[in-house]
């Protein structure tokens, strides 16, 4: 019952920029904590960002200074404005969504980032 659907996905050039967005639906429970995930062909799948409930935000390393995490609790959405874009953040991203009340938390489908001249 409960999905999260992403959208903004898609073709960019180095240097450019995207604009992730994540809606959490099917559910009353409040949101905690919500992430972006992403995983490359034949990597592990890491940690790109997440923030709390109350906005603490906490980026991986090879993102700091380039994407930006945010959140509106009234629309039950997290974004990831991702800008400076290079080769190397080609990936499948993933929104993540833990809720109260539940044992562990959501998926989203997953979205291609494909950042390529």
């Known amino acids: 019952q409960v999905q999260l659907v992403e959208s903004g996905g898609g073709l960019v050039q180095p240097g450019g920029s995207l604009r992730l967005s994540c809606t959490v639906s099917g559910s009353n429970f409040r949101i905690n904590t919500m992430a972006w995930y992403r995983q490359a062909p034949g990597k592990a799948r890491e940690l790109v960002a997440s923030?709390?409930?109350?906005?603490?935000?906490n980026y991986g390393d090879s993102v700091k200074g380039r994407f930006t995490i945010s959140r509106d609790n009234a629309k039950n959405t997290v974004y990831l404005q991702m800008d400076i874009l290079r080769p190397e953040d080609t990936a499948v991203y993933y929104c993540?969504?833990?809720?109260?009340?539940?044992?562990?938390?959501?998926w989203g489908q997953g979205t291609q980032v494909t950042v390529s001249s």
């Open positions: 993540n969504a833990d809720l109260w009340a539940y044992t562990r938390p959501f």
């Open positions: 923030i709390t409930r109350g906005g603490t935000t």
